[in-house]
């Protein structure tokens, strides 16, 4: 289907667009500042008319040129350009905390000084929409190859993606039979193929699910089971305020970026499978001989799961965190 890509920035030199259309197998070509800090994200079921522009999910203000962020559900795909360590650090994430419209993955494309850093450490997909989901036998993503395999969820069947928002957090839920007559529990009903998820925070609007007033510390905001389903089906998506530490990517500056919406394939589990070497390359900026004999063993790298889950008792392995993302190009794809 078209999509209608939105951006807003909110620090450095933008892209000078804030909004136009993408068709499918089309891609457009951007061109941001290193200092630029803002967010991208995919508009479905737009009416156009002129530089108006009234969207399903994802609308900013009935505007095709959008001037502010978008309206919940959208999976937005996030960078902060200024900042970092010196400066010389890039960070970026795929964030559900505003709900979930459309599959998307996120491509780095190497420059001379980050030719080193392998895709799987880079290449990161959140692919929660029921008939894009690869079996787990086929090749991993959209943007893995052979050399450095990307390590991915393998839990998620595309039944189970077609379930995981909570009822009350669908965006259009469907009807339920006029006659009052339905099967119980509320999942039971068939949803639509295209099924947006809001997020807690935007489903109830209380200060426990928005991380606000009492609520605004990471000891006391605790992820709400939206929160939880999505890091179930997208382990390395911003699922609610205080995830940033387990859904930040943290890689050298430089090179550019390529942003594709609704990839085939199934989420990437890049921050938790393979922690030790994104901390190895967040901290020193570099990677060890050692560690790159490892992220191309597709024995290693498909038997981190297991061994970090023993490692870390059951625990999420973290990576400190540093906010910043540098790049100068961005080309964006509708698959």
Not at 25 to 49: D, F, H, Y
Not at 74 to 81: C, D, I, P, R, Y
Not at 291 to 311: A, H, T
Request: hydrophobic share 35%; glycine share 10%; net charge negative.
């Amino acid at each position: 289907m078209t999509i209608w890509p939105g951006t807003a920035t909110q620090g450095g030199l933008g892209p000078g667009t804030g909004g136009f259309e993408l068709q499918p197998g089309e891609s457009k070509n951007l061109a941001v500042g290193s200092n630029w800090q803002g967010r991208i994200w995919g508009r479905t079921n737009c009416t156009v008319n002129g530089e108006s522009c009234a969207c399903q999910t994802g609308d900013c203000f009935a505007k095709l040129d959008c001037q502010f962020s978008s309206a919940v559900p959208a999976t937005l795909v996030e960078f902060n350009l200024a900042g970092g360590v010196n400066g010389m650090q890039t960070f970026y994430d795929i964030s559900l905390v505003d709900g979930y419209n459309l599959p998307v993955g996120i491509e780095h494309i190497p420059s001379e000084n980050t030719s080193f850093v392998p895709p799987n450490l880079t290449n990161s997909a959140c692919v929660a929409t029921a008939g894009w989901l690869y079996d787990v036998a086929q090749p991993a993503t959209y943007s893995s190859n052979e050399t450095f395999p990307i390590p991915l969820e393998k839990n998620e069947t595309n039944d189970m993606l077609s379930k995981w928002c909570p009822w009350r957090n669908l965006a259009f839920p469907p009807q339920k039979p006029s006659d009052g007559i339905y099967p119980y529990p509320d999942d039971n009903i068939q949803r639509p193929s295209f099924s947006p998820c809001k997020s807690a925070c935007a489903t109830t609007g209380s200060d426990s699910d928005c991380c606000i007033g009492k609520y605004h510390d990471p000891t006391l905001c605790k992820p709400s089971i939206y929160s939880k389903n999505v890091k179930a089906v997208c382990p390395d998506a911003y699922s609610f305020a205080f995830d940033d530490r387990s859904s930040t990517f943290i890689v050298p500056k430089g090179g550019g970026w390529r942003i594709v919406w609704c990839p085939a394939g199934r989420s990437t589990d890049i921050l938790n499978q393979l922690a030790a070497q994104m901390y190895e390359l967040a901290s020193g900026g570099k990677l060890s001989e050692l560690s790159m004999r490892r992220l191309g063993n597709v024995s290693f790298v498909n038997s981190r799961k297991q061994s970090i889950n023993e490692e870390s008792a059951g625990k999420r392995v973290y990576y400190p965190l540093v906010l910043l993302l540098a790049a100068t190009g961005l080309v964006l794809v509708m698959t």
